[in-house]
């Protein structure tokens, strides 16, 4: 699915895994954002049994390369990175990847997240039950490990956790504002700031910039790049609060075939399959989207406030992140209803002083450069690989 950016960025592209696209994209993803049955979905029945097929076709590409970046769930490129003579880094994209019991992830439920953040010993608890829980679902990674002659786990630990984090440096791509390093972050971890694509700024398509200029500021709802797949209930009742709100509104559906079915809207609605973040953002009133970091992040650049409604994985933690920092409010999906959305974007639209927040953190995340200080550490670790090969020689 991302070939064609890939190429058109003028880079390489080599497939990373035999699995096809789902023939049914709606009931995939509604499997995968399953509360209790999606993450264990995602891990095992995906990532974790698609091992042996994505280490053969990685293997060519990074057999010759100076150096190899894995994300959490790229099994295959962690035993590449591991064993391959060439330099090894991981990317982190949001602060629940770590676990950190100094700084736990919400899990979205609030008794169990005071009781975690009460103290480093109960984070700590939530951490030990986290891999314990998930230690079946890569078994089929420690089974192929030791066909290569390997142990079951690397010295970093079980592949889902501690195993994912790089030898030679951990990319957090995410924005300080999110999250600190803690104690039990491995130790040469650089946040980097929130990465994204720099230069031109994206144009808006024609039609949605002329609907933006013939108005007030509209709500913008969106799930992103994936929950899309499984909301056309979040779609419906987000009309039916914009509706009530008397408030124009911009829907992104994630497919031509979702903007079909939810049929014509008046005038003051816009439907449209997809538009670049960053200049929809910065003309909304309010954002309502599902949590992802890419998006939570995005709206905090564009200084809007935020009703987030998480569906799952690393969403209900950047939520709670978002509201700590005085910019969002919440709406778990399963809640997810438009008398509820209307009482609380009806607080949201009046709440000056949140305003007032969300404008100074964008002052802030807009002065990041995540990508530069990405690319810097590549650098940095690359240069001492040379040194030291130098001095080997």
Known sequence: MHQEAVERAGLTFARATDVPMPEDPEAFFARAFHPLRGP???????????????????????????????????????????????????????????????????????????????????????????????????????????????????????????????????????????????????????????????????????????????????????????????????????????????????????????????GAQAVDVFVTEYAPHAPLFSRAAVVIHHGGVGTSQEALRAGRPMLVVPHGFDQPDNAARLVRLGVADVLPARRYRASRVVKKLGRLLDDEALTQRAHAFARVILREEGASHAADAVESVLRRRQVRDSAMA
């Open 40 to 262: 264990r979905f995602v891990v095992r029945d995906l990532a974790a049994d698609d091992v042996a097929a994505s280490y053969a076709l990685l293997l060519p590409a990074c057999r010759d390369a100076d150096m190899v970046i894995t994300s959490t769930l790229a099994f295959a490129g962690h035993i590449l990175g591991e064993t391959l003579p060439v330099a090894w880094m991981s990317a982190a994209l949001s602060p629940a990847v770590f676990i950190s019991a100094y700084d736990p992830p919400a899990t979205g439920m609030r008794v169990l997240d005071h009781f975690f953040r009460a103290s480093v010993r109960h984070g700590q608890w939530l951490r030990r039950t986290a891999e314990r829980v998930t230690a079946a679902w890569t078994a089929p990674v420690r089974a192929f490990r030791q066909t290569l002659g390997l142990p079951a786990v690397s010295a970093s630990g079980d592949p889902f956790h501690g195993g994912q984090h790089a030898r030679d440096g951990v990319l957090a791509m995410y924005s300080p504002l999110l999250g600190s390093i803690t104690p039990d972050m491995p130790a040469h971890t650089t946040i980097t700031g929130f990465c994204r694509r720099t230069g031109l700024p994206a144009a808006l398509p024609a039609g949605l910039a002329h609907f933006l200029d013939a108005g007030s500021p509209p709500l913008v709802f969106t799930l992103g790049s994936v929950a899309v797949h499984a909301g056309e209930q979040f779609l419906r009742e987000s009309l039916g609060a914009a509706k009530r709100l008397k408030r124009r509104a911009v829907l992104l559906t994630g497919s031509e075939a979702m903007t079909a079915r939810l």
